[in-house]
């Protein structure tokens, strides 16, 4: 096996949770040689990351937009909601990885290296990365958000769903958006099979993300996402083709699982992002996780210690993911009437606390006493066990 190079770090993968990791590292002085690769560095919009925070955001130079208020509709419950403690926040993928690899070029000891991931493979005190071309890569450990865990048993999901959607990115003739009002769930209370709902972006009055968006087992037809954005562009705004140029185009499918924590592809090589498990299971938020958990693992490794594995969520967590899975798998019915109570009964800063696991148990309760009690009962019964 001819090794191409030795480096103390490879981190492969240069998405969010590998530039991430990079960012730290880089401005934390690690002074180990690193590498980052990816089959691709060049900057695409291709991703429109969002998340709430109720401190200072992370990478806060290139936020592209944030919100205080937001609408929601489901069943016979519309309103406005507004943010107090918290705000929301939305960051461009390409904008990211321009500002990441900017940084980057500013240490010499990162190297970048653009090549398809064959796989990896571990002996005892070393992690080894192959490339498609044959080419081999040795370090101390890897860090990989590029390949499925191979110990990843997927007979023990219980419930596989996936959030689906198609955005687009919609120019208007006209003011037709009001930019300070971010939709975060409008729901099409007739979709089946699945939850589908309306999730709106708007960055200027005349420019705004539409994806529709669907939690279900299977993804949809892409005419069918797009009928229910024309639909709603009509119905909402009165905005016929004409009225509008579409710009670019968003498509995701975002796993929605309980699946087991696999923090390891194997020895010294660590799982990270989204197929390293660290998306919310109920909500498919991963982009707060990943810097919680790739912020923490650098200081570490620049403190000479073992690089800590990401950590599973609290177990109080876990089962209240089990349970809204559970409802989201079985009855589009259920679920909805939980939305409707969750925003009815709680405000939207209860919510986000809670959905990104920062509740204490009183918190924890008013939540969970706010939703009818019938679905989760059966839920409950369902699930007696976390495994
Ligand atoms: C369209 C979309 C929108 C999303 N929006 C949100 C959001 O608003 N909020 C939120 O919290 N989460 C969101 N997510 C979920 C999650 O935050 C993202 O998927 C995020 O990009 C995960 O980061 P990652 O590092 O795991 O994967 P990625 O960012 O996808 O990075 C993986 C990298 O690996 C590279 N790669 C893959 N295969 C190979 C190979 N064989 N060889 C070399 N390189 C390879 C890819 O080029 C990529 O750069 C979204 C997901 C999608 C798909």
Request: proline fraction near 5%; charged fraction near 25%.
């Amino acid at each position: 096996m001819k090794i191409e190079a030795k480096y103390d770090l490879i981190i492969a993968g240069g998405g969010l949770s590998g530039l991430s990791l990079a960012w730290y590292l880089a401005r934390g002085g690690y002074q180990g040689e690193v590498l980052v690769v990816d089959s691709t560095f060049a900057p695409h919009n291709d991703k429109t990351w969002c998340f709430w925070t109720n401190r200072e955001p992370p990478f806060k130079e290139i936020i592209y937009k944030r919100w205080k208020k937001t609408w929601v509709s489901v069943l016979d419950y519309s309103t406005f909601r507004y943010l107090n403690e918290y705000t929301y926040h939305c960051i461009r993928s390409g904008d990211f990885r321009e500002y990441v690899l900017r940084e980057l070029k500013k240490h010499s000891n990162f190297d970048l290296l653009e090549e398809n991931i064959l796989d990896f493979s571990a002996n005892k005190n070393k992690a080894v990365l192959l490339t498609k071309n044959g080419d081999t890569y040795l370090a101390n450990y890897i860090f990989q958000s590029v390949l499925k865990p191979k110990n990843l048993d997927r007979s023990q999901i219980k419930y596989q769903l996936i959030q689906h959607f198609l955005g687009w990115e919609v120019h208007t003739h006209e003011s037709m958006f009001d930019p300070e009002t971010f939709t975060i769930m409008d729901f099409d209370n007739e979709f089946s099979p699945g939850v589908g709902f309306m999730y709106v972006l708007p960055y200027a009055d005349n420019k705004a993300l539409l994806e529709f968006t669907v939690f279900s087992k299977e993804p949809l037809d892409k005419k069918r996402y797009k009928q229910k954005i024309r639909h709603y562009l009509y119905h909402n705004y009165g905005l016929d083709k004409e009225h509008y140029e579409i710009g670019r185009k968003e498509y995701g499918e975002i796993p929605m699982e309980d699946r087991p924590h696999v923090p390891f592809y194997e020895n010294n090589i660590i799982n990270l992002g989204a197929v390293g498990g660290q998306t919310k299971p109920s909500t498919g938020y991963t982009f707060t996780r990943i810097q919680d958990y790739t912020q923490k693992l650098a200081q570490n490794i620049i403190q000479g210690k073992d690089p800590i594995p990401p950590q599973p969520s609290k177990f109080k967590y876990r089962y209240y993911d089990l349970l809204l899975l559970h409802i989201l798998a079985n009855s589009t019915e259920e679920s909805l009437r939980v939305f409707r109570s969750l925003y009815k009964k709680n405000s939207l800063d209860e919510l986000f606390r809670f959905l990104g696991e920062d509740s204490s148990f009183i918190q924890d309760l008013k939540i969970m006493s706010s939703v009818p009690y019938t679905p989760f009962f059966k839920a409950i019964g369902n699930n007696l066990r976390l495994r």
